[in-house]
């Protein structure tokens, strides 16, 4: 079936460097790509989203970029922080009647003081 | 708190038992959707309510799972004859209706079935 994988399982950054994290898609047809955050023993947290019309979409100290052509997607973090540790997803969206998440397996980003 | 709550936040089973988990959304959310997560993995989805019409299962959901959510606001996941298999971390989480992309996942239930 289609699925959502990442490339990198760990990512190890010093404190105040930039962050990327990369993920590969199959699904041409999803809508919009979503990353979420998730802490130790939370829930995954929405982050930014970007529509697949799109190729760059920014926010607070957060950047995605979409390039359709390799079907890749990156999360950016700028002046990555202590609090940014947490394990990243991407996720596709398709609209239809459920908008349900189709999740890939994570990349751990570890900052270094 | 007004976000997603789920109940209870673990629970251990012998294997065989049944287990039933609590998810209360954010009050004003239509959607409501159930996830199962396993160690170093994405979550997967299991199944999606809007209001109290159960719209969408998975392949994942078994004979043995069975959700509700009787008047549209709070949903349970009931697991019967539990196997070890079961032991995941469950998650619920909801969403407004239409032209919202974001949703509020919960801290998730993590069952260890023994």
């Known amino acids: 079936g289609e699925s959502v994988g990442l490339h990198l399982p760990t990512l190890s950054v010093q404190e105040g460097d930039n962050s990327i994290i990369n993920c590969a898609y199959s699904?041409?047809?999803?809508?919009?790509f979503i990353w979420y955050k998730q802490e130790s023993g939370k829930g995954p947290q929405f982050i930014i989203d970007?529509?697949?019309?799109?190729d760059k979409r920014q926010g607070q100290r957060v950047t995605v970029l979409l390039n359709k052509t390799v079907k890749h997607l990156s999360l950016q973090i700028a002046a990555t922080q202590p609090g940014d540790s947490a394990v990243y997803f991407c996720a596709e969206l398709q609209m239809d009647s459920s908008y349900k998440l189709i999740f890939g397996s994570g990349t751990r980003l570890l900052v270094r003081p | 708190d007004t976000g997603v709550s789920q109940n209870p936040r673990h629970k251990i089973t012998k294997r065989g038992q049944n287990v039933t988990f609590r998810c209360d959304p954010i009050s004003e959310h239509n959607r409501l959707y159930w996830y199962r997560q396993t160690l170093g993995q994405g979550p997967e989805f299991l199944t999606y309510f809007q209001n109290e019409a159960q719209l969408e299962k998975s392949r994942l959901l078994s004979d043995r799972f069975s959700a509700e959510r009787p008047k549209g606001s709070f949903s349970t996941l009931e697991i019967q004859r539990t196997e070890q298999g079961d032991s995941a971390m469950y998650l619920c989480?909801?969403?407004?209706?239409?032209?919202?992309?974001?949703?509020?996942f919960g801290q998730g239930t993590r069952l260890t079935v023994v």
């Open positions: 989480a909801s969403s407004l209706l239409r032209g919202h992309t974001e949703a509020f």
């Open positions: 970007i529509r697949s019309n799109m």
């Open positions: 699904n041409s047809a999803s809508d919009y």
